[in-house]
Nanobody, 123 residues
Framework: VQLQASGGGLVQAGGSLRLSCAASGRYFTMYNMAWFRQHPGREREFVAAINRNRSAKDYADSVKGRFSIFRDNVKETSELLMNSLKPEDTATYYC?????????????????WGQGTQVTVSS
């Protein structure tokens, strides 16, 4: 599967952004989807994940209550709605796909990655 992330940009603290990840290829419904982010000079970290049939989601503690992950298995997209953004949310955000029964929380388990989209939150 190929992934294309979009929707990043510059926003003031307290604002919102919606990231989108478009998938192309076969068997999208067989993949668990996730979002990771990477701050400059730091390792890529888990943000959110959603399983294949949307029955389970998981979030990093740092974004719980502020971010929401969705997927549309007809449109073959995954989205990350980010509310109450903070300057520390500034990072490059990546969508990822994991071919398995359930989602994973570590980046080494993900097989496919989008190209990244930059989110900058000003204070």
């Amino acid at each position: 599967v190929q992934l294309q992330a979009s929707g990043g940009g510059l926003v003031q603290a307290g604002g919102s952004l919606r990231l989108s990840c478009a998938a192309s290829g076969r068997y999208f419904t067989m993949y668990n989807m996730a979002w990771f982010r990477q701050h400059p000079g730091r390792e890529r970290e888990f943000v959110a994940a959603i399983n294949r049939n949307r029955s389970a989601k998981d979030y990093a503690d740092s974004v719980k209550g502020r971010f929401s992950i969705f997927r549309d298995n007809v449109k073959e997209t995954s989205e990350l709605l980010m509310n109450s953004l903070k300057p520390e949310d500034t990072a490059t955000y990546y969508c990822a796909a994991h071919y398995s029964q359930t989602y994973a929380l570590t980046r080494d388990r993900y097989d496919y990655w989008g190209q990244g989209t930059q989110v900058t939150v000003s204070s």
